[in-house]
């Protein structure tokens, strides 16, 4: 069956703080990993990541693969109180649809 | 800016009732896809559309649940009976073809079944 799990499932930091939020992954047929932002309403797409050890940069967001341990990062460095959201994973499966499985998410919670 | 659209945006029913929830993605995405979103839980495939065609439907309780997508536009999505355990955000998304990692979501379907 296949597995995506994440952790810490929620997270408390001070502005300022950087913080790493981790994706592990058991599937058959990978395609891709994907990161999602989802606040009081759907997600919105961060960052698709299908190699290994390129790291993937979007202002003060990263996020890297480790295809040969299945996992990825997201880093999120001098956080500020508008990042406070659920962190989604997703793992890309190239069945005949491409289905996206989710994890249950990290919820982080920024605080001034 | 277009947008994927979903209605209603909640909807209160009872059990054993029926509901239909109603999706227009944004034009020109070939791929939709029905999720649900259970409190505390990232979401889960229920159905996959591509064009008209029914691409992946093995999470959909079928004895229950049924979506269609006549025309390749938009899609409806039924429940009948509702039961208890349906009560969860019902999401749609959208994707162009051979894009299915940029998935547009709508804002979703709050469904509660008392």
């Known amino acids: 069956e296949d597995k995506v799990v994440q952790s810490p499932l929620s997270l408390v930091v001070h502005e300022g703080d950087t913080v790493t939020l981790n994706c592990s992954y058991e599937?058959?047929?990978?395609?891709?990993l994907l990161w999602y932002k989802q606040e009081k309403k759907a997600p919105t797409f961060l960052f698709m990541l299908t190699s290994s050890g390129i790291e993937k940069k979007s202002g003060r967001l990263s996020s890297i693969l480790d295809k040969k341990e299945l996992f990825s990062i997201l880093n999120i460095t001098a956080t500020q109180t508008g990042d406070s959201a659920v962190y989604l994973c997703a793992v890309e499966i190239a069945n005949s649809g491409y289905a996206l499985n989710f994890g249950k998410g990290t919820s982080l919670l920024v605080t001034p | 800016e277009a947008e994927v659209a979903q209605s209603p945006r909640y909807k209160i029913t009872e059990k054993s009732q029926a509901v239909a929830f109603w999706c227009d993605p944004i034009?020109?995405?070939?791929?939709l896809y029905w999720y649900r979103q259970i409190l505390g839980q990232g979401p889960e495939l229920l159905v996959q559309f591509q064009d008209e065609s029914v691409v992946d439907d093995s999470q959909l309780p079928k004895d229950r649940f049924s979506a269609e997508r006549l025309k390749g536009v938009d899609s409806t999505l039924k429940i009948q009976p509702a039961e208890l355990g349906d009560s969860a955000m019902y999401l749609c998304?959208?994707?162009?073809?051979?894009?299915?990692?940029?998935?547009?979501f709508g804002p979703g379907t709050r469904l509660t079944v008392l």
């Open positions: 998304a959208s994707s162009l073809r051979d894009r299915e990692y940029e998935q547009f």
């Open positions: 034009s020109g995405h070939a791929t």
């Open positions: 599937v058959t047929n990978f395609r891709s």
